[in-house]
């Protein structure tokens, strides 16, 4: 029988593997050692009592942007920590705030709080304009330089007055910068061109990790994190190695790690857009199956069954619990999918979805709840959309989990649908 604190493990650091960026913050990011240097920039103003430059930051999903604003406003805070310079940094989460109106009510409790403390609530009831007002206000009563962050941007849409507003706004007493994370590298296309010059006074992109990066990168989170694991010389086997040896996968020596583990886990992550969250999920699901069940190395079988059990988990516990019409619009997505036919656009997946609500008696919603549907799921991991900007522009959306394993989860949800589903993975 298990017991807590009985178990011999693998891991010194569990939490140096967990992908969550509040688990764990890395202190040194070397593959992004070019754009730090262009975050720095912005930011040196502070140090001469000046005022941040705006800056807009563009890259795919886990490629280290939200970790590299962190660490380098953090080194910021901590200077001016020990300086006479007044400095706020705050962050607006914009993912689920879909508008600019809720992320000024966001800002405005956040900015609150710097001043009295935490457990203000969000203002309401005020227009767009009210509230753009009463942010500066808590602004100027905050007074130094304030760098406001706002994490995926993308989230609120056409909706940019708080992009327009925010980084042109004066204020007497406050210095103020915005720093916009986006990870949708065509939305500053359709962004009104004064916002984007605004908000874009500098840009910095975040290119793709390759796998020789993701290696690098699960390397060194691998020393921290697991037993009898370190980067070796591969030159001379001295204990006091007089090289600076290089922290890159050659480089690494580990008891643990079966030699392909790491490979394949940034092979499998590189395979679409280089994502270390992606990389990193994989290796600690893995090193995670190994330790439970009392095994002292981690190998390919590990990697390979955790890769198919973060794909199955991530479907079936999610579509199971979703209701009908939620299912009904997954559907029509998962029919491109089968037919070769994606991404589907907005306009051809709703009649799908009118054809398929005909199908199984259920009340087609309205072609905007429709949207909101597909924007559920594509918060939920299931599927990606590129946003159409532009006039006549539609959304389009692909499925982005194992459409085999839609269709087994789909087959066991409600009978009627389940048919659908049958035919589908007939036609697959
Ligand atoms: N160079 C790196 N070294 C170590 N860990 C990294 C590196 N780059 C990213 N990570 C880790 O990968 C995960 C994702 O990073 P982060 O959240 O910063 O990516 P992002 O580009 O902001 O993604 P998204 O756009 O999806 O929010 C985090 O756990 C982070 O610590």
Same mark, same amino acid.
């Given at each position: 029988m298990?017991?807590y604190?009985?178990?011999?493990t693998?891991?010194?650091?569990i939490?140096?593997?967990s992908?969550?960026?509040?688990?764990y913050?890395?202190?040194?990011l070397p593959e992004?050692?070019?754009?730090?240097d262009e975050?720095?920039?912005?930011?040196?103003?502070v140090e001469?009592?000046?005022t941040p430059?705006?800056?807009l930051i563009?890259?795919?999903?886990g490629q280290?942007?939200?970790v590299a604003?962190?660490?380098?406003?953090t080194a910021?805070?901590n200077?001016?920590n020990?300086t006479?310079?007044?400095l706020?940094?705050?962050k607006? !989460?914009c993912?689920?705030?879909?508008k600019?109106y809720?992320?000024l009510t966001?800002?405005?409790?956040q900015?609150?709080e710097?001043?009295l403390?935490?457990?203000?609530d969000?203002?309401?009831g005020?227009?767009r304009?009210?509230?753009?007002?009463m942010a500066l206000q808590?602004?100027e009563?905050?007074?130094?330089t304030?760098?406001?962050?706002m994490d995926e941007?993308?989230?609120l849409?056409n909706?940019?007055?708080?992009?327009? !507003?925010l980084p042109r706004a004066?204020?007497?007493?406050?210095n103020l910068?915005?720093i916009?994370?986006?990870?949708d590298l065509t939305?500053t296309?359709?962004?009104?061109s004064?916002?984007?010059s605004s908000?874009?006074e500098?840009?910095?992109?975040?290119?793709?990790y390759?796998?020789?990066d993701l290696?690098?990168?699960l390397?060194?989170?691998?020393?921290t994190?697991l037993?009898?694991?370190d980067?070796?010389?591969n030159?001379?086997?001295?204990?006091?190695?007089?090289?600076?040896?290089?922290?890159?996968?050659?480089?690494?020596?580990?008891g643990?790690l079966?030699?392909e583990?790491?490979?394949?886990?940034?092979?499998?992550?590189?395979?679409e857009t280089?994502?270390?969250r992606?990389? @990193?999920?994989l290796?600690y699901?893995?090193t995670?199956?190994a330790d439970?069940r009392? !095994?002292?190395?981690?190998t390919?079988a590990h990697?390979?069954e955790?890769? !198919?059990?973060l794909?199955?988990?991530?479907v079936a516990?999610?579509?199971?619990? @979703?209701?009908?019409q939620k299912i009904?619009?997954l559907?029509?997505?998962?029919y491109n999918a089968?037919?070769?036919t994606?991404?589907?656009?907005?306009?051809?997946?709703y009649?799908?979805?009118k054809?398929?609500c005909?199908?199984v008696?259920?009340e087609?919603?309205s072609?905007?709840?429709f949207?909101d549907?597909?924007?559920d799921?594509?918060?939920?991991?299931y599927?990606r959309k590129k946003?159409?900007?532009g006039?006549?522009k539609?959304?389009a959306y692909?499925l982005?989990?194992?459409?085999?394993?839609?269709?087994?989860? @789909?087959?066991k949800s409600?009978?009627r649908l389940g048919?659908i589903?049958?035919?589908?993975?007939e036609n697959?």
């Open positions: 298990r017991r604190g009985e178990s011999e693998i891991f010194k650091n939490d140096a593997l992908p969550r960026v509040d688990t913050r890395p202190t040194e992004r050692q070019d754009e730090l975050i720095y920039s912005a930011l040196r103003p001469m009592g000046g430059i705006n800056l563009y890259g795919e999903p280290g942007k939200t604003v962190d660490l380098e406003t910021l805070e200077w001016a020990d006479d310079i007044t706020t940094v705050v607006v !989460e993912k689920g705030l879909n600019s809720n992320a966001h800002l405005i409790k900015l609150r710097v001043r403390g935490p457990g203000e969000l203002p309401m005020y227009q304009k009210q509230l753009l007002e808590e602004m009563r905050i007074g130094g304030i760098i406001i962050i941007i993308d989230a849409g909706d940019d007055y708080i992009l327009y !507003e004066t204020m007497t007493d406050a910068s915005v916009g994370i986006t990870n939305y296309d359709n962004l009104d004064d916002a984007r908000l874009g500098d840009a910095v992109v975040f290119p793709p390759d796998s020789t290696r690098s990168i390397s060194r989170r691998a020393v994190a037993r009898d694991t980067f070796s010389c030159d001379c086997n001295s204990p006091k190695c007089p090289h600076n040896v290089e922290e890159s996968f050659e480089n690494l020596d580990s643990v079966g030699s583990v790491i490979p394949l886990c940034a092979a499998f992550a590189a395979k280089g994502d270390a992606r990389a @990193l999920k290796i699901r893995a995670r199956f439970e009392g !095994e002292t190395t981690v390919e990697v390979r955790a890769q !198919e059990y794909e199955m988990k991530a516990t999610g579509v199971q619990t @979703l209701p009908v009904i619009s559907m029509t997505v998962t089968v037919s070769g994606e991404p589907g656009e907005t306009a051809e997946l009649d799908r979805y054809e398929y005909d199908a008696d259920a087609p919603r072609k905007r709840r949207r549907f597909l924007n799921h594509e918060g939920g991991g599927i946003t159409g900007r006039k006549g539609q959304n692909w982005d989990v194992d459409v085999e394993l839609v269709l087994q989860t @789909l087959s409600d009978e048919k589903a049958d035919s589908l993975r697959s």
